[in-house]
């Protein structure tokens, strides 16, 4: 996003517009997908060691996975192909293994530093804590069969205890990082997937403490939720999950990332499923500007927290411009709503928190205080609180 010649002018901007308070609470990394955190070539070579089907040729496999532009359903098909070279155990353990190191090493570096500024030795702001999601029934092999997940290969018990083993080893060498897992529900899955899955979250939090929160997440038209039975069910799932814990353990939801999720729809979700964050609600601010305020009022008197990755809705398309997601910044900070920042899927996307941040500055779309306080927030926010309690 930042041409070579503007670097050292990005440099210099972000330098100047981190407050100190910022640089105290660091980065607290809510909203991150491990099948987009992990180093595509890392990616290829254990696509290769289990000979997954359609990684083409290495420069082919590039351009697929380094996402420029394109739909939701373009970047969630990325997506599918990287979970199928995470099957397995040894790959899930793999893969977080190598999305947690790159998170901590690079969210506070720019990608190209210039200098010793910004650079994984001297990054901008230190990494606090990181939180990775993945749907472990997307990690058992061949789960889409018929929505109902009946060829898979790999049992999902096994798959959690490796996805457990890989955080425990990352906080040994990572002591003063907070680190955890949220578990996502598929949109693209069938219910009774869905339903084993939350059965099987309920056990596991008996088990593990690097659970911290649940989530929806997937390509929004294969389920927006708007029809009420699918809500039901939705909703039921999450209450499997959350067990004793209830409205206590956190939930988050991906909804109003493109505009098949209407007002209406963002409302009744966040209402049925209980979420304490939404993640790219963007569609539903947007309504707000031709005077359809329902879903800001609704997460305002909530107390929701949007969750906020510009890299990745400006590659969608989701945000047209640094100018647009700053009017989005404005309205939120209008309505008195708390947000915090991330970058998704930041190693398919060529880009770091940091950059981000940057790149906005740059465009005079965000303010020093809106960084702190996105900070701020991300360091309060439940799951940490969570996560600091275990």
């Known amino acids: 996003m930042i041409e070579t010649l503007q670097l050292d002018l990005a440099v210099q901007t972000l330098d100047r517009a981190l407050t100190s308070e910022a640089r105290r609470l660091g980065a607290n990394l809510v909203h991150g997908h491990v099948s987009g955190c992990e180093n595509p070539a890392a990616v290829y070579n254990r696509g290769l060691r289990k000979g997954i089907r359609g990684l083409g040729k290495p420069p082919d496999f590039y351009r697929k996975v380094h996402i420029s532009t394109g739909s939701l359903a373009d970047y969630v098909a990325v997506n599918h192909l ?7 155990p040894d790959g899930v353990e793999e893969a977080l293994l190598n999305a947690f190191l790159s998170r901590i090493l690079r969210e506070g570096t720019l990608p190209v530093p210039a200098g010793n500024l910004g650079s994984p030795e001297s990054p901008f702001f230190p990494t606090s804590g990181v939180l990775l999601r993945f749907n472990p029934m997307k990690r058992t092999g061949d789960y889409r069969a018929d929505r109902g997940g009946t060829g898979m290969l790999f049992d999902a018990d096994a798959i959690m205890a490796a996805a457990h083993h890989a955080v425990e080893r990352c906080r040994i060498v990572n002591p003063d990082v907070a680190i955890g897992l949220i578990l996502c529900f598929g949109r693209d899955l069938s219910h009774s997937v869905n339903r084993k899955l939350a059965e099987k979250i309920r056990k596991w939090r008996k088990l593990y403490s690097s ?30 999950a959350a067990g004793n814990g209830g409205e206590e353990f956190p939930r988050t939801g991906h909804c109003g990332e493109t505009n098949a999720i209407d007002v209406a729809t963002l409302c009744a979700t966040v209402t049925r499923l209980k979420l304490i964050h939404v993640a790219h609600p963007i569609f539903p601010i947007k309504a707000s500007w031709s005077g359809d305020d329902r879903a800001l009022r ?55 928190l940091a950059l981000d941040l940057a790149t906005l500055l740059l465009a005079g779309a965000i303010t020093p205080e809106q960084i702190e306080n996105a900070f701020r927030t991300a360091h309060e926010c439940a799951f940490f609180r969570r996560l600091r309690a275990a």
Do not use: H
Not at 299 to 328: K, Q, W, Y
């Open 211 to 240: 659970i911290v929160g649940i989530d929806v997440a997937g390509d929004e038209r294969a389920m927006t939720l708007s029809e009420s039975t699918d809500l039901d069910e939705m909703a039921e799932c999450f209450e499997i």
């Open 298 to 352: 609704l997460m305002s008197d909530l107390n929701v927290v949007a969750e906020l990755c510009f890299g990745s809705n400006m590659r969608t398309g989701t945000i047209a411009s640094p100018a647009e997601f700053g009017r989005v910044l404005k309205t939120l900070d209008d309505w008195g709503i708390r947000y915090c920042f991330d970058t998704d899927n930041p190693e398919l996307l060529r880009t770091t």
């Open 82 to 88: 990287v979970d199928l070279t995470q099957a397995g």
